[in-house]
């Protein structure tokens, strides 16, 4: 008996020399301590022991047990030291290092741009409105003077939706902020001073046109409203966008929603407005912003506004076109714009 004793002693101390980790300490207890372990085997064969033999063999299983016990404790706090000591080498941070900081993204250009807009015509009390930027056929053509089969529609290159028509023709993606004055005037009363920003699309790709970009619509209706009031407006609103020294002018045109029409140009940035065709870029001093003109009477009558009351005026641009006009900002083929390139839209 006492030799089986010191054999599972030596068998003990041969297995634990060999533990590297708590799962192999833990598989240890269990053969050697655990309730079918080879201890308590061999412990319930020293109960059967005749009794003088039982008290000497009993003792010494005990001082076996005890010092599996403590070999055991030792082993397990051996262990955890080195458990810890691996996590603080793994977990180490200097702390006086200088932080990382998250990389903060920003509003898109365009964004940023039409925040713009809407803030400066909001100091002359221009409220901001949006209209469907899918709308039905009589919003964005019929009512503005344009009837079915007109052709001055083929200007506005339009995607039409795939619906079934209603009383107000077919749905289209609309081509351009237009939509909003007739849908205005049926939902308030003059005086209405309104800018409205929106998504507008055409087919056309190249390196001036998207399919799918932004314009501004701005719409002021009051008791006697002149030109001169549209080109207070359109001067303060140069100022106020491009910076000093930059000039509007308007030059004649046609649209079918307005009497008389008008196409604002500002003065180049790049040359100062060098009308002798010298510079590449304007070839002539002036850029051209978009249309305006005098609300067309049968416009303000679509929307239930007496033109023999009320006049007004209105004016439609491109957002992205008036971006690329501001001094300092030289893209060459506006689809850079929505490439989501990082290192384009990060500089901005
Ligand atoms: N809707 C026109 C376009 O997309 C621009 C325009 C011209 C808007 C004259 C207006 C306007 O409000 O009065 O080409």
């Known amino acids: 008996m006492k ?16 533990v590297t980790d708590r799962a192999a300490l833990e598989a240890l207890k269990n053969a050697f301590l655990g309730r079918k372990g080879k201890l308590k085997l061999l412990l319930k064969e020293v109960a059967s022991l005749a009794d003088e033999e039982r008290k000497t063999i009993g003792a010494i299983a005990n001082e076996v047990k005890e010092a599996f016990e403590v070999a055991y404790g030792k082993k397990e706090r051996e262990l955890g030291t080195r458990e810890s000591g691996e996590q603080r080498e793994r977990e180490w941070m200097d702390i006086t290092e200088p932080g990382r900081a998250p990389r903060e993204g920003h509003l898109h250009l365009t964004s940023q741009a039409m925040e713009e807009i809407t803030a400066i015509f909001s100091r002359i009390g221009f409220e901001s409105v949006r209209a469907p930027e899918i709308d039905w056929d009589y919003y964005v053509f019929e009512s503005l003077n344009m009837p079915a089969d007109h052709p001055a529609r083929d200007d506005w290159e339009t995607f039409f939706v795939d619906l079934p028509e209603s009383k107000k023709g077919k749905m289209v993606l609309t081509p351009h902020t237009s939509n909003s004055q007739v849908r205005l005037m049926e939902q308030v009363k003059p005086p209405i001073r309104m800018i409205n920003i929106n998504r507008t699309y055409r087919r056309q790709m190249d390196i001036t046109h998207i399919p799918m970009f932004h314009q501004f619509e701005g719409l002021l209706i009051d008791k006697g409203v002149a030109v001169t009031h549209l080109k207070g407006v359109l001067d303060y609103f140069a100022l106020a966008f491009f910076g000093g020294g930059r000039k509007t002018r308007l030059r004649p045109h046609h649209f079918r929603f307005t009497e008389p029409s008008f196409e604002v140009d500002i003065s180049c940035g790049v040359c100062g407005g060098n009308e002798s065709g010298a510079c590449r870029l304007c070839k002539g001093g002036w850029l051209e912003l978009g249309g305006a003109g005098m609300v067309h009477p049968r416009v303000l009558e679509a929307g239930g506004v007496d033109p023999s009351v009320y006049s007004g005026f209105a004016f439609g641009w491109g957002v992205e076109r008036t971006l690329m006009m501001r001094e300092g900002i030289k893209i060459d083929d506006i689809r850079i714009l929505y490439k989501n390139d990082l290192r384009f839209v990060t500089q901005f």
């Open 3 to 18: 030799h089986k004793l010191d054999q599972l002693q030596k068998e003990f101390e041969s297995v634990l020399s060999r």
